[in-house]
């Protein structure tokens, strides 16, 4: 049974930064792309990175290019985000997901199959 469950949010200052963490158990982590979305309040779900199994493909939203970088432990089945000089627009709930087939990567909400409970990011101004 695939588990992710993330970790790292809180509250902080605009400007502040914070690391998020997805502990992934059930499956064999090695094998799947991941990737982080976040949905704020009455918004849909919108993607924010995405790294491949191998770690060498990464993508971004433009948004955060530059400030956000995702990064995996594929030792310790541990994904990470590592958000920099945030902004309140970036207040939202952060989930991590599982591709839905093993080495395929995708930048939409349908090639994510598995979510963790989300954790949540409150930016403020």
């Known amino acids: 049974q695939v588990q992710l469950a993330e970790s790292g949010g809180g509250l902080v200052q605009a400007g502040g930064s914070l690391r998020l963490s997805c502990t992934a158990s059930?499956?064999?982590?090695?094998?799947?792309?991941m990737g982080w979305f976040r949905q704020a309040p009455g918004k849909e779900r919108e993607f924010v990175s995405a790294i491949s199994w191998d770690g060498v493909t990464i993508f971004y939203t433009d948004s955060v290019k530059g400030r956000f970088t995702i990064s995996r432990d594929n030792a310790k089945n541990t994904l990470y985000l590592q958000m920099n000089s945030l902004k309140p627009e970036d207040t939202a709930n952060y989930y991590c997901g599982r591709a839905v087939n093993p080495f395929t990567m995708g930048r939409d909400y349908p090639s994510y199959g598995s979510w963790g409970q989300g954790t949540q990011v409150t930016v403020s101004s």
């Open positions: 059930g499956y064999t982590f090695i094998m799947y792309s």
